[in-house]
């Protein structure tokens, strides 16, 4: 799914890169299909509380739900399908933000069903046809909808007015 040729290497200095790891400036995407940009919070654990975020790149969407089932959706800070031309409304390679990452069980077997930030509910795979409705099913990760940068200067502002407004009577 991404292709990584070895003219788009990016040498990492001795010490900044993780051992056997390689960096890229570019790669090509072999197959269009939905793949995803999950962000996680990085864990401390040398103690020095450093509030650092990652980004991992996922080709397919069991892979994704392994990712969160592994690492834990409290360490998930975001989730980005990334949409190929035939799936999107533009016809080119769009974006959707995810909120909600289910675990679905059918006859057909098991499928990963998102809900973006507008509240539709999608399969990312190349499945034939949808999970059936009522369906059982597992909510791997739920995420607030909007932007959390947003949320928080909207909540320091009315905390900063109520701040500055006089005491009720």
């Known amino acids: 799914m991404f292709l990584?040729?070895?003219?788009?290497?990016?040498?990492?200095?001795?010490g900044l890169a993780e051992p056997g790891s390689k960096h890229w400036r570019a790669m090509e995407m072999t197959?269009?299909?939905?793949w995803f940009l999950l962000t996680l919070e990085h864990v401390d654990l040398e103690?020095?509380?450093?509030?650092t975020n990652y980004t991992l790149c996922i080709a397919w969407e069991t892979d994704?739900?392994?990712?969160?089932?592994t690492i834990g959706?409290?360490?998930?800070?975001?989730?980005?399908?990334?949409m190929p031309a035939w799936a999107s409304p533009t016809g080119q390679w769009?974006?959707?933000?995810?909120?909600?990452?289910?675990?679905r069980t059918d006859d057909q077997g098991t499928s990963v069903t998102l809900t973006d930030c507008a509240g539709k509910q999608f399969d990312a795979g190349i499945r034939g046809a949808p999970p059936k409705a009522g369906c059982a099913g597992?909510?791997?990760l739920q995420l607030?909808?909007?932007?959390?940068?947003?949320?928080?200067?909207?909540?320091?502002?009315?905390d900063k007015a109520r701040r500055r407004a006089p005491p009720a009577r």
């Open 4 to 14: 990584s040729l070895p003219q788009y290497e990016f040498p990492m200095p001795e």
């Open 31 to 34: 197959l269009h299909v939905p």
């Open 47 to 51: 103690g020095r509380d450093l509030a």
């Open 64 to 69: 994704l739900a392994d990712v969160i089932k």
């Open 73 to 82: 959706a409290s360490h998930v800070r975001g989730l980005v399908a990334m």
């Open 94 to 103: 769009s974006s959707r933000q995810i909120t909600e990452v289910w675990l």
């Open 138 to 140: 597992d909510l791997l």
């Open 144 to 158: 607030p909808s909007g932007n959390p940068r947003t949320r928080r200067k909207r909540s320091a502002a009315t």
